[in-house]
């Protein structure tokens, strides 16, 4: 990890989304940085500059990607048990996988490929959920700080309906969850987040416990599920008939606040939507993991145009995708379908509004400005695509679209994170 | 390319798809050949096998795979133009990008790459569209000839309803196909095939012609479209108010016959597909296009239960993905939407179903048999997985399946085509 001191100046043709649907493109443009914070980004590099120029030529520059849904510990069941639906494959993949994670050597061996795979495919930024293994889930932040990922780690909360192996009492598990917030503060580019499973695993007094944590500990976010499977709401309103909606049941516990992110919402009703909106909450939306287990396909086009704040996840690995500009692209996959099913009347992603949710929408969640923002540490990925196909007549905008699609990690040839130059 | 002389032993996991649903795996087998002629498949040596040896360890070894549909041309423009939809795709991207092949030194740029791309992905055999043009079409042939890609090529025909620059009269059309049939003698491993674009891109007069040509060449196949889009059958219907439906158009001018390949198949009816039936004519999913120029979902699962003959294709550049693993997964991927739109009456393709279609289903269009065939020339491919995520418990079967899902093409370390180790 090389930590960029003085200035650099970082040459390349700039591809950023300065808001949605929107696209700025600089050819042999730069970015300004100092001891790896943005100064700004140029057409040419100021008169009488002293920068070290750090030369890409031809490649193509854009921000670091965030993935703001993915469960660690599935990584090695990536592409497996396709053929099984949400509850079955969470019973006989996901579960006895999970709880492997109480070993620790093989945490390591996992984890330290995991974090090395989210940066060769450009992933800077995660919000993460480990298995509820405290020291296991140290392991994971472990090797993502040494890899060069940064965000959100959470240790999962299940204390019922799991398997026999993956389970931990009530106490346990507020007592495991309270002690990993508090040693969480060794960590420079990873924090803590609250993490329940989904309501089905979660006893009442655990999520009234995590609510409380939550109080106690107001700059630790939360993390969850929502409307997934018409199954999964179903369990839910058998298992809260207090609850008119599945959102309510996070609600009464404290943990639907400004910042929660919530994964899915295929099927939240307008009702649960407008709730999130209300409350400052952030869905995910993992095309490739709805798709895979078979939950559907979200309403995006409606998130975006009700105002919700909307980011996407690989959701690995329900998703079997871990590179985001894939996961970027199903997105663009289900929405075309989406659109016809809908009689075309919602309209589907473009290949701008994808990449705006990657990049600039992904980082809005961290506190970061739009593209390469002034007075941030630099995310970045440098893409080489001179080895795809010979076509000569193509704008930095279509070899933008072409990485999209075709997102090869062998485009990629260098990770910027936090203002450092990570190894690939 | 490495022509296999004498007896050789090629050892690893083999995985192969004996029939739809089923799959046959030998773990540390042997495929045995002789002069690249497959003599059978081992669980161990026969005794006394004198053999040559030629180990891949714990790789796993499949048949190698068959794209039954594909546009040569459009290769450059792979991952482009996806916010447009079929016809404007066509005259905005495909039509001026086709229209360059009239330069054999950009054709033979494109097509080696191609060709090489293809052997790197595991594609052996091929059904691949050129564009209106016979020199360029022999030097896409003269590419896959060298880099060993088998199968059928079409010179397109198209005298109407395209763009200036991509045009020719039916007389020309005509007599530059016969001229291409007859040139194509000196090709060992490919062979032409007649190639209408698709109803409105040829006159009554062309195809009434090319109906003539089948007539005379028998042992030439034809391919082209059929009901991919709602707008396009609205357009074939206007055209010729005498057919009922699409197929008819073929139909009466003698291109409906068995063998012919109708890529598609998206909106066509259950008459439609009894018609398709009958005649012996093979359908070809390709579900990644189907999905980027948002013309549906293919019924898969209603055309294989009504016993079609179907394979899949890779429909680049509608189809953004070349490697028949990825293609095989969107299959999957969008079969599971329609279970979900057909309320669970369509059952979703299975992983060991799609590799079935994407191996033994499509090599079946070319007369060889299901897995390794005995006395037929291998065409295998071999994927270490090694630097797949850490799982250890692992069955084969498993394996391919995320072999399938990943489907990196660093993964594949050999490929075997006709009887001959290419170059990868």
Request: aromatic residues 8%; charged residues 20%.
């Amino acid at each position: 990890m090389n930590s960029m001191r003085g200035l650099c100046a970082i040459r390349g043709n700039l591809a950023f989304a300065p808001a949605p649907g929107a696209l700025t493109t600089i050819a042999d443009g730069y970015i300004l940085t100092r001891d790896g914070i943005v100064e700004g980004v140029f057409n040419r590099l100021p008169p009488h500059c002293q920068a070290e120029v750090i030369n890409y030529g031809d490649s193509i520059i854009t921000p670091a990607f965030t993935d703001m849904h993915l469960h660690a510990p599935q990584f090695p069941m990536l592409g497996l048990g396709m053929d099984l639906q949400l509850l079955d494959w969470l019973n006989v993949y996901t579960f006895p996988m999970e709880a492997r994670f109480g070993n620790l050597e093989y945490a390591k061996t996992v984890y330290r490929q995991l974090a090395k795979e989210l940066i060769r495919r450009g992933t800077t930024r995660v919000c993460a959920f480990s298995s509820l293994h405290r020291e296991a889930t140290h392991v994971l932040m472990e090797q993502l700080e040494k890899a060069g990922v940064t965000g959100y780690v959470g240790k999962v909360n299940m204390d019922r309906n799991s398997s026999p192996e993956l389970m931990e009492t009530t106490e346990e598990s507020l007592a495991e969850t309270r002690r990993f917030i508090q040693e969480c503060n060794v960590y420079p580019h990873l924090k803590p987040i609250i993490t329940p499973r989904f309501t089905p695993s979660c006893t009442d007094t655990l999520l009234e416990g995590l609510g409380k944590l939550a109080e106690e500990f107001p700059e630790v976010p939360i993390q969850s599920h929502l409307s997934e499977n018409p199954d999964e709401i179903a369990w839910v309103r058998d298992l809260h008939p207090d609850c008119q909606e599945y959102w309510q049941t996070y609600h009464k516990f404290g943990l639907w606040k400004r910042g929660t992110i919530m994964a899915h919402c295929v099927h939240s009703s307008p009702e649960e939507r407008a709730a999130m909106k209300e409350h400052g909450i952030w869905a995910v939306h993992c095309p490739d993991s709805n798709t895979n287990v078979a939950s559907g396909i979200a309403p995006l086009r409606r998130m975006l145009e009700e105002g919700l704040q909307v980011g996407l996840g690989s959701d690995i690995a329900g998703g079997a995708k871990l590179s985001m500009p894939d996961v970027a692209t199903e997105a663009i996959r289900v929405s075309k379908l989406r659109w016809l099913l809908s009689g075309k009347e919602e309209a589907f992603l473009t290949v701008r509004e994808a990449f705006y949710l990657i990049t600039t929408a992904g980082q809005a969640y961290f506190g970061a400005k739009p593209g390469f923002g002034q007075g941030e540490p630099l995310h970045a990925v440098v893409f080489n695509d001179s080895r795809f196909a010979y076509n000569p007549a193509i704008t930095l905008e279509e070899r933008l679209e072409r990485i999209l699609y075709l997102g090869d990690k062998a485009t990629i040839s260098a990770v910027y994170s936090a203002g450092r130059l990570v190894e690939i």
